[in-house]
């Protein structure tokens, strides 16, 4: 990581790598939190850890930031070993967000969002520009918000500003610890689909950590299902997790009705009949083209149809049928 780098504010930059190394920790009185550890974060990528609660999860992100010391290992951001460098320092480049946010309650939501550019040292105007440019960024108006205290919010747009905060000075890599499990869920899946909208433009890499296996698929590039003493059992994209666990706890875990979840992950062009050339108009449901084969079904379902016309610029491209999108052969399936 490079200081000059970091302290740069502006467009979205290259991202940096993350590599776990052996990683563990074990507490004084002789609790194996983490056994060994090792898992390879590719740059500009959302990885989920997910597993069940007290399997280390939290330990090894907060061993990412050096909030826990690991008992030993090597983390490595970008290649550089950030157990050399000072921890408080090393915090002000990896942004991080937790479950309850933790603004400060005193300052205004402006000041809360540049908390991190202060401290680098920032001057104000640059600052105020910049939390403007993030509340902005995560869908808070400023000229609204941006003056008003956190108990004048709803916990989901805290939540907005937790993220804003976080991603303030442009961190290279991102921490979140269940950021969204505190808030009810239907603002849980529009912060969710906000989120997303979000990554693709700042493509920061981001390590989040969850207990909730369709957070884990509806966000994640790739998921590492960790077991207790934190043992990485599987570690895939969010398709091939699905169509291929790897192990009877995997798939226990995954749950039941993977095969659900694994349409909302499929590609509906996987499914797709294309069109004859000058094919009729369909009067049917439509789909678009960059949807999922979930999107197709729920389009039949809803109209209660037996195919539906999937479209792209507006043109008729082909059709996917309830035959067809059962015919994919689960090891296709691919995010
Ligand atoms: P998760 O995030 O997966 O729920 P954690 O990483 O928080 O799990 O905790 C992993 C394990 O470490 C748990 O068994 C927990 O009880 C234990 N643990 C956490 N902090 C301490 C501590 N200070 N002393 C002893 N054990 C701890």
């Given at each position: 990581?490079d200081?000059t780098?970091i302290?740069?504010s502006?467009p979205?930059r290259s991202a940096?790598?993350i590599t776990l190394?052996d990683?563990?920790k074990?507490?004084?009185?002789?609790?194996?939190?983490?056994g060994?550890f090792?898992?390879e974060?590719?740059?500009?990528?959302l990885t989920?850890?997910?597993g069940?609660?007290?399997?280390?999860k939290?330990?090894?992100?907060?061993?990412i930031?050096?909030?826990i010391?690991?008992?030993?290992?090597r983390i490595?951001i970008?290649?550089?070993n950030?157990?050399?460098r000072?921890?408080?320092e090393?915090r002000?480049h990896?942004?991080?967000?937790?479950?309850n946010?933790?603004?400060f309650?005193?300052?205004?939501?402006r000041?809360n969002v540049?908390?991190?550019p202060r401290l680098?040292?920032w001057?104000s105007?640059?600052?105020n520009?910049?939390?403007?440019?993030?509340?902005?960024?995560?869908?808070?108006?400023?000229?609204?918000y941006?003056?008003?205290?956190?108990h004048?919010?709803?916990?989901g747009?805290?939540q907005?500003?937790g993220v804003?905060?976080a991603?303030?000075?442009?961190?290279?890599?991102?921490?979140m610890d269940?950021?969204?499990?505190a808030?009810?869920?239907?603002?849980?899946?529009?912060?969710q689909?906000?989120?997303?909208?979000l990554?693709?433009t700042?493509?920061k890499?981001?390590v989040?950590?969850?207990?909730?296996?369709?957070?884990?698929v509806?966000?994640g590039?790739?998921?590492?299902?960790?077991a207790?003493g934190g043992?990485?059992?599987?570690?895939a994209?969010p398709a091939?997790?699905l169509a291929k666990?790897?192990s009877t706890?995997?798939s226990d875990f995954?749950?039941?009705?993977?095969?659900?979840?694994?349409?909302a992950?499929?590609p509906l062009?996987q499914?797709m009949?294309p069109?004859?050339p000058?094919a009729?108009?369909?009067?049917?449901?439509?789909?678009?083209a960059?949807?999922t084969?979930?999107?197709a079904l729920a389009a039949m379902?809803?109209?209660?149809?037996t195919e539906v016309?999937v479209?792209e610029?507006?043109?008729n491209?082909?059709?996917?049928t309830?035959?067809s999108?059962?015919?994919?052969?689960?090891a296709?399936a691919?995010?």
């Amino acid at each position: 990581m490079d200081a000059t780098a970091i302290n740069e504010s502006g467009p979205a930059r290259s991202a940096a790598s993350i590599t776990l190394e052996d990683i563990g920790k074990t507490y004084p009185d002789g609790t194996v939190a983490v056994g060994d550890f090792s898992l390879e974060v590719h740059a500009g990528e959302l990885t989920v850890l997910i597993g069940p609660s007290g399997c280390g999860k939290s330990t090894i992100l907060r061993m990412i930031n050096r909030l826990i010391e690991p008992t030993h290992g090597r983390i490595l951001i970008d290649g550089q070993n950030i157990l050399e460098r000072n921890p408080v320092e090393l915090r002000r480049h990896i942004g991080y967000v937790i479950q309850n946010v933790g603004l400060f309650p005193h300052q205004n939501i402006r000041t809360n969002v540049g908390t991190v550019p202060r401290l680098l040292g920032w001057d104000s105007k640059r600052t105020n520009a910049r939390a403007d440019e993030l509340l902005e960024l995560v869908g808070l108006d400023p000229a609204r918000y941006a003056k008003r205290y956190p108990h004048e919010l709803s916990g989901g747009q805290r939540q907005r500003v937790g993220v804003a905060r976080a991603l303030a000075a442009d961190p290279l890599v991102l921490l979140m610890d269940e950021p969204f499990s505190a808030v009810d869920p239907i603002a849980r899946g529009r912060l969710q689909e906000e989120f997303l909208r979000l990554q693709a433009t700042v493509r920061k890499t981001i390590v989040l950590v969850t207990h909730d296996i369709d957070e884990a698929v509806r966000l994640g590039d790739r998921i590492a299902v960790l077991a207790e003493g934190g043992k990485l059992l599987q570690y895939a994209p969010p398709a091939e997790l699905l169509a291929k666990p790897d192990s009877t706890a995997v798939s226990d875990f995954v749950g039941a009705d993977r095969g659900i979840r694994r349409l909302a992950v499929t590609p509906l062009r996987q499914a797709m009949i294309p069109a004859a050339p000058g094919a009729a108009e369909a009067g049917g449901p439509t789909v678009d083209a960059e949807g999922t084969l979930y999107d197709a079904l729920a389009a039949m379902l809803a109209s209660d149809a037996t195919e539906v016309v999937v479209v792209e610029d507006g043109k008729n491209v082909g059709v996917v049928t309830r035959t067809s999108i059962f015919e994919v052969p689960e090891a296709e399936a691919k995010v």
